[in-house]
Structure formats: structure tokens, C-alpha cells
């Protein structure tokens, strides 16, 4: 949409730049409170910034509890869970926007009605079928379930990425003797490349940061995840806001990687699926 006439932008410009303090504001105070000692955190009258920069703070937590083991962790699940919901994610998609079946709208229907429940209200079933099934404290356990609950985002999302290819390039590679499978990969994929990056982030995102279900099924130490060992610095009496944060921004910085190295394929795949 193009704007006309500079008061108008000046206003759209004025707008734009409160939403962006807005939501820049939080990391603003969590890079700055890790990089404050302990004891300029309570003290009265607070300052905007540290009066002693305490770099420290990041080597500390690699010391005071197992940042790498937890990392790992995290890793093992999110690329588990996300790869798990790959494999299923895309034949279901291919087969809702390539073939006829009975049923299919009811199928369609209830994918997206999987949607509107929220994960808190399985989660005592979960735990259950978890335990009688001696999973608990393990990587599936964790990998199965993320898988599980994103897969019908990704069903609907990758949907209307297939549906876009032209049909006709499809006939062709059939022709020439391809077979289904491998226009799949050959032809579909390829072509879906910005909705597969966007599918894959979003699948490994909401395995990265859970929090709920992990704490869930994960009492031993050695097996949590990243956002379990960051809370390990809230003790009963008091909390470690200066360590807290810390662990949070190097816990950020993976995800922040990953979307400046796809940056681009991403906002494709986003506009494209908005547009069809």
C-alpha cells in the first residue's frame, strides 16, 4: 500500500518507531541486567545502565550449572523433533493438495481443529502414556511429542505450497519418466524451498524454547533442555536476575543465527503463503 502526502507518513514513521521501542525494550533491560553485578540489580534509585560492566556474567553460568550439557540437550530435541515432522509433515501435505480421496475435507477440517487446543490440556494424558510407556527423561519422549503437536501446522502450511506448483510441470516429469517419488523431491521440494524453511523454523523454534513439557518429562538434570536449566537460577529465596539473563541471551542467540542466515527464504515463504 503506498502512502500519499508526508503528514501521513510521518505519522505511519512515528507509529512504526513506538512499536519498535516497544518490543525492543524488553532485550534492552535483559542485555543490561546481565551485564550487572548482583548487587546493583536491587539498589535504589536503579540506573539505566550498569555503573560496573560485568562481562563475567556469561563465563560464570558455564561454571554454576551445565549450560553445554543443557544446549546439547536442546539441540538433540529440536533438530529430532523437527526433522520427525518433516518426514510426516510433507507426504500428508503433498497428498491433500495432489489427490482425491473420501474424506478429505473432513481430514482437512480436523487437522485444523487439532490447532485450537492448547498443549496444557493434554499434557497430564501425555505424562501418562509416557510413563506406561518407560519414556519418561528420555530424548523420544520429548522429540514425539513436539513432532506431534506441530505436525498439523505444518500439514496446512506446506498445503498451500504445494498446491501453487503448476500441475503441469508434475504431468511432464511423469512423462518423462519420473516417477512420483521423485517428483516429489525433484520437482515439489525444490520449488517449496522458502515454505520448507519456514516450516523447519517454526517446527524447531517451539521445540527450542518449550518450556511446560519438558519440565513435564524431565526430572533428571543431566536430561533437561535450555529453558529448564535457565530457571535452575530462580532459588526459593532469591533470584539470579544477573545469571537469569545471561543464560537468556546465549539461550536467543542460536535462534537470532538461524533467522539472519535464512532471513531471506523465510519472509519469502511468509508472504507467499499469506498471498495464496
Known amino acids: 500500500m503506498y502512502i500519499e502526502g508526508r503528514l501521513p507518513r510521518m505519522i505511519l514513521l512515528s507509529f512504526l518507531l513506538v512499536v519498535l521501542i516497544f518490543m525492543i525494550f524488553p532485550f534492552f533491560i535483559m542485555i543490561l541486567t546481565a551485564l550487572r553485578p548482583?548487587?546493583?540489580?536491587?539498589?535504589?534509585?536503579?540506573?539505566?545502565?550498569?555503573?560496573?560492566?560485568?562481562?563475567?556474567?556469561?563465563?560464570?553460568?558455564?561454571?554454576h550449572v551445565p549450560m553445554s550439557r543443557y544446549m546439547l540437550n536442546s539441540l538433540i530435541v529440536g533438530i529430532g523433533a523437527t526433522l520427525l515432522n518433516l518426514v510426516v509433515s510433507i507426504p500428508a501435505a503433498y497428498a491433500l493438495a495432489r489427490m482425491q480421496f473420501a474424506g478429505q475435507s473432513i481430514f482437512r477440517n480436523i487437522i485444523l481443529y487439532?490447532?485450537?487446543f492448547s498443549p496444557i490440556v493434554l499434557i497430564i494424558g501425555l505424562f501418562k502414556t509416557m510413563a506406561s510407556l518407560n519414556m519418561l527423561n528420555t530424548y523420544q519422549s520429548l522429540i514425539l511429542t513436539y513432532a506431534a503437536l506441530g505436525i498439523a501446522f505444518s500439514i496446512w502450511f506446506l498445503t498451500s505450497f504445494f498446491k501453487a506448483i503448476p500441475i503441469e510441470i508434475e504431468e511432464a516429469s511423469l512423462i518423462d519418466g519420473c516417477s512420483k517419488l521423485g517428483v516429489l523431491f525433484r520437482i515439489v521440494l525444490p520449488m517449496s524451498l522458502p515454505g520448507l524453511?519456514?516450516?523447519?523454523?517454526?517446527?524447531?523454534?517451539?521445540?527450542?524454547?518449550?518450556?511446560?513439557?519438558?519440565?513435564?518429562f524431565m526430572s533428571k538434570p543431566e536430561m533437561q533442555t535450555l529453558p529448564?536449566?535457565?530457571?535452575?537460577?530462580?532459588?526459593?529465596?532469591?533470584?539470579?536476575?544477573?545469571?537469569l539473563m545471561a543464560a537468556a541471551i546465549l539461550t536467543t542467540i542460536p535462534?537470532?543465527?538461524?533467522?539472519?542466515?535464512?532471513?531471506?527464504?523465510?519472509?519469502?515463504?511468509?508472504?507467499s503463503g499469506g498471498i495464496k
Open 38 to 63: 548482583l548487587s546493583e540489580i536491587f539498589r535504589f534509585p536503579p540506573t539505566w545502565f550498569p555503573q560496573t560492566w560485568r562481562w563475567q556474567n556469561f563465563v560464570d553460568i558455564w561454571t
Open 114 to 116: 487439532t490447532q485450537m
Open 197 to 216: 524453511v519456514a516450516t523447519t523454523i517454526f517446527a524447531f523454534i517451539w521445540a527450542w524454547n518449550d518450556f511446560m513439557i519438558a519440565l513435564t
Open 228 to 243: 529448564l536449566g535457565i530457571y535452575s537460577f530462580v532459588g526459593q529465596y532469591m533470584v539470579q536476575w544477573h545469571y
Open 255 to 271: 535462534v537470532l543465527v538461524l533467522f539472519l542466515y535464512i532471513e531471506k527464504y523465510l519472509v519469502q515463504g511468509l508472504t
